[in-house]
């Protein structure tokens, strides 16, 4: 999901970029091309919130999304320990 100041098209394909922060302060960017499912104005009425399906995209998109998921997941057998 992405949080702007203005509305996304919706059905429009877009060039977007990542950028991830390194330990040393740089970022590193990893672009991808998406396309906008749906934007809608946010809780806040200053922001708009849109969601995206992801054509193309870098291996590394697909590794970073993989180490997020297993971030956060909830382990319900981990979670006893």
């Excluded at 934007?39 to 999304?65: K, M, R, T």
Aim: aromatic share 12%; charged share 15%.
């Amino acid at each position: 999901m992405l949080i702007s100041q203005l509305p996304m098209m919706v059905n429009a394909q877009f060039e977007l970029r990542l950028k991830i922060p390194e330990a040393d302060g740089t970022f590193h960017a990893i672009d991808l091309t998406a396309t906008c499912l749906w934007s809608h104005e946010d809780i806040n009425p200053q922001y708009y919130d849109s969601g995206f399906n992801v054509l193309q995209a870098p291996e590394e998109y697909e590794q970073l999304i993989g180490v997020l998921v297993q971030y956060f997941r909830f382990d319900p057998l981990q979670a006893s320990v």
